[in-house]
């Protein structure tokens, strides 16, 4: 069981080129939404959307290939939380 209502790891690697992975978890059923933002507030990628098992970790796989070098922010969203994670990708 989840000691708290979420769980996200930490990427790994970071930082990475072209793929690195993290995983997430929700204590009770929820709509989630998990987004790619650059340094500027752009949204540039959508890594999920759905509403996951409560109590079950899914991994999710960052693939950075057509990101170009620089620092990113993950922003995982549910209907009753939201986290955020920088990233680096080096090319």
Known sequence: ???E???????????FNPQATFSFGVR???QVVIEV???LG?????LYRGTPEGGVTQTVFLDASRLTSGTYVV???GE???DSQPFTVVK
Do not use: C, G, K, W
């Open 5 to 15: 209502s979420y769980l996200i790891t930490e990427i790994y690697p970071n930082p």
């Open 28 to 30: 009770q059923q929820q």
């Open 37 to 39: 933002f650059d340094m």
């Open 42 to 46: 752009r949204r540039v990628q959508e």
């Open 75 to 77: 922003r995982v969203l």
């Open 1 to 3: 069981e989840m000691p």
């Open 80 to 82: 009753h939380f939201v």
